[in-house]
Nanobody, 123 residues
Framework: QVQLVESGGGLVQAGGSLRLSCVAS????????MGWFRQAPGKEREFVAAIGWSGRPTSHVDSVKGRFTISRDNAKNTVYLQMNSLKPEDTAVYYC????????????????WGQGTQVTVSS
């Protein structure tokens, strides 16, 4: 079972930046599609971004395109989410997830989840 630990969340003003990191405890990290999801209070968990095992392809939800970028370093078993030009509506708990499938953005196909990291954007 893959274990995932996120870090990098925090409080930031609108227009600011944060970089989330997620370290995976598995010897087969490079075989997983990795994704970031987020959940705001009272809302369902939603897809944010995903990246294939080799670093391609990538996908980002429309609301973050041009502002967020997902990347990975297989040598470090780590996936990143660079978040720029943050908006108050980006406030949520951000979760890292792993899918043992071909590239997917479907939440239910992700089998391992981290504990989440809080991102709060003040206006």
């Amino acid at each position: 079972q893959v274990q995932l630990v996120e870090s990098g969340g925090g409080l930031v003003q609108a227009g600011g930046s944060l970089r989330l990191s997620c370290v995976a405890s598995t010897r087969t990290f490079s075989s997983y599609t990795m994704g970031w999801f987020r959940q705001a209070p009272g809302k369902e968990r939603e897809f944010v971004a995903a990246i294939g095992w080799s670093g391609r392809p990538t996908s980002h939800v429309d609301s973050v395109k041009g502002r967020f970028t997902i990347s990975r370093d297989n040598a470090k078993n780590t996936v990143y989410l660079q978040m720029n030009s943050l908006k108050p509506e980006d406030t949520a708990v951000y979760y890292c997830a792993a899918a043992p499938f071909s590239f997917t953005t479907v939440r239910t196909q992700y089998s391992a989840w981290g504990q989440g990291t809080q991102v709060t954007v003040s206006s």
